[in-house]
């Protein structure tokens, strides 16, 4: 960072302060310029995308896994007849709380409808413009004056205000880091 805020600062300069808030180095910086994601950017923005994956495969797919398990071993059934034989008992909700009684059926069903919910929820939170452009390893480059911008959010209990940092172009805005909206600042 710059230590005199009254002195002027090189490009040299301004390019170092955002390599290191940002975290990319100058031969990722000329890639992107070219429109190309760098190898290491790839693997610095997989586990944004690949983390939030996994957990909503997880969240859809191990309960009705758990269920079909135990409804195998509760008909000896193998597995593969015992989800269609799951699938059959969970469509009929009032044989599945004959079967199991009340209590039984509204855990087996809140077991499985709860995480999956859950998955639908964070599916609609996956980042997938961002799985789109891993794939493709492009990037898109914008002209223009970029300006650092700060927006404060006063508490209504009088706390300390919620700041959030996010660079400008023209329509655009991007949230980004403290350290980078003091590099780009000054």
Request: overall charge positive; cysteine-free.
């Amino acid at each position: 960072m710059v230590e005199d805020a009254t002195k002027f600062r090189t490009k040299e300069q301004v390019l170092y302060d955002l390599s290191k808030a940002l975290r990319f180095t100058p031969e990722s910086l000329e890639a992107n310029r070219k429109g190309r994601l760098s190898k290491e950017q790839v693997k610095q923005l997989a586990p944004q995308v690949i983390l939030p994956m996994i957990l909503t495969f997880v969240l859809a797919v191990g309960p009705l896994a758990a269920w079909t398990y135990v409804t195998a071993g509760r008909q000896q059934l193998s597995f593969e007849n015992a989800f269609p034989a799951l699938i059959n008992e969970l469509m009929h909700v009032h044989d599945l709380f004959e079967a199991h009684g009340k209590v039984g059926g509204a855990m087996m069903l809140g077991s499985i409808l709860v995480p999956l919910a859950i998955a639908a929820f964070m599916v609609l939170r996956l980042p997938i413009m961002l799985y789109f452009d891993l794939l493709d390893r492009k990037v898109e480059a914008r002209e223009g004056r970029v300006v650092a911008r700060e927006e404060q959010i006063n508490r209504p209990n009088g706390r300390d205000p919620i700041e959030k940092y996010y660079f400008s172009l023209r329509y655009l805005n991007m949230p980004v880091s403290l350290a980078a909206y003091r590099a780009l600042e000054a």
